[in-house]
């Protein structure tokens, strides 16, 4: 993950601990992978289960969300390169993604993740039982219950939108969690 | 009817139904189509409360994790439950690590969700 990337979010200059990372095609084989690789560096960090499964669950919402909603863009493959970083800084652990998205999904997202910022935990955890028991979102697409499960997991969600083309967007998530 | 054994998966857990009256969940949960997964689940489940129903049911919910979509397949099978709460005398034991605070929570979401049910949390 280029230095670029992370002074978006301000963090370039901070000392972190990569945990993971990786450029490339997301498949479930290999949010799989990356898994067993977080296990792995986290089990030598000494981290508590509680923060393992927080960790472990956002992750795989985080990737999950790329292998169904990325887009491809055919004229710049570059560009569309999807992105997962794990890092460690201070107490907190930091989960980055980015991936290109459309036009129908970007309004569904950020509006999701806009709604989430405006509520405290025992608010999400409402919103979330509630949307899970209703059945609204249920298996449709468009990040819905997804973003309220990585809400009620970490202590904090951001994004950053950046249009690429006239139907594309960059989207960038990041997702912190207290250590402590 | 017969008893449903689906074994665990890379990222699908060991689910055992037995028509005695004991159903098990244990392990990981974060299949890309959980819906396929688990629709031969619901539909067992479904005909387990259609067809002679033991007087007592035991629900066994073990998961290391779970991704979102899972979760509401999981709301799903509560729903299930709920419906055929005169039908049997179901207990349902959300079993835990004690150490893991973050999968208790999400058993109490059950607890709290599904008020009518008798869903204990277990720490182990």
Redesign the interface.
């Known amino acids: 993950m280029n230095k670029e990337f992370l002074t978006q979010y301000g963090y370039a200059n901070a000392t972190n601990d990569i945990c993971l990372e990786y450029s490339g095609h997301i498949s479930?084989i290999m949010?799989?992978e990356m898994l067993l690789s977080l296990k792995i560096e986290t089990d030598s960090m000494g981290i508590?289960?509680?923060l393992?499964?927080?960790l472990?669950?956002s992750f795989?919402?985080i990737t999950?969300n790329i292998?169904k909603y990325s887009k491809k863009m055919t004229d710049n493959h570059k560009n569309c390169l999807n992105k997962v970083l794990v890092f460690k800084e201070n107490e907190k652990c930091y989960l980055v993604s980015s991936n290109i998205i459309g036009a129908s999904s970007k309004e569904k997202i950020t509006s999701r993740i806009d709604e989430i910022q405006t509520y405290n935990k025992d608010q999400i955890?409402e919103r979330?039982?509630e949307l899970?028991?209703s059945?609204d979102n249920?298996?449709v697409q468009g990040g819905?219950?997804?973003l309220?499960?990585i809400a009620?997991?970490s202590d904090d969600i951001k994004y950053m939108i950046e249009k690429v083309s006239d139907t594309m967007y960059r989207l960038k998530i990041m997702v912190i969690i207290n250590i402590k | 009817m017969n008893n449903l054994t689906i074994k665990e998966e890379e990222y699908t857990p060991l689910v055992e139904l037995d028509v005695k009256g004991i159903l098990s969940f244990k392990g990981k949960s974060y299949s890309e189509d959980t819906f396929k997964f688990y629709t031969p689940v619901m539909a067992w489940i479904n005909e387990y409360f259609d067809y002679n129903t033991p007087s007592s049911t035991v629900v066994n919910m073990e998961f290391i994790y779970f991704n979102s979509s899972s979760s509401r397949v999981l709301f799903d099978i509560f729903n299930i439950f709920e419906e055929n709460i005169n039908k049997s005398k179901i207990s349902i034991n959300w079993i835990y690590d004690e150490e893991d605070e973050s999968s208790k929570e999400d058993g109490e979401g059950f607890q709290i969700s599904f008020k009518s049910l008798d869903v204990k949390l277990v720490a182990k």
């Open positions: 479930q949010i799989k508590s289960l509680t393992l499964n927080k472990n669950t795989i919402e999950q292998l955890n979330y039982f899970c028991k059945g249920s298996h819905g219950v997804g309220y499960q009620r997991k």
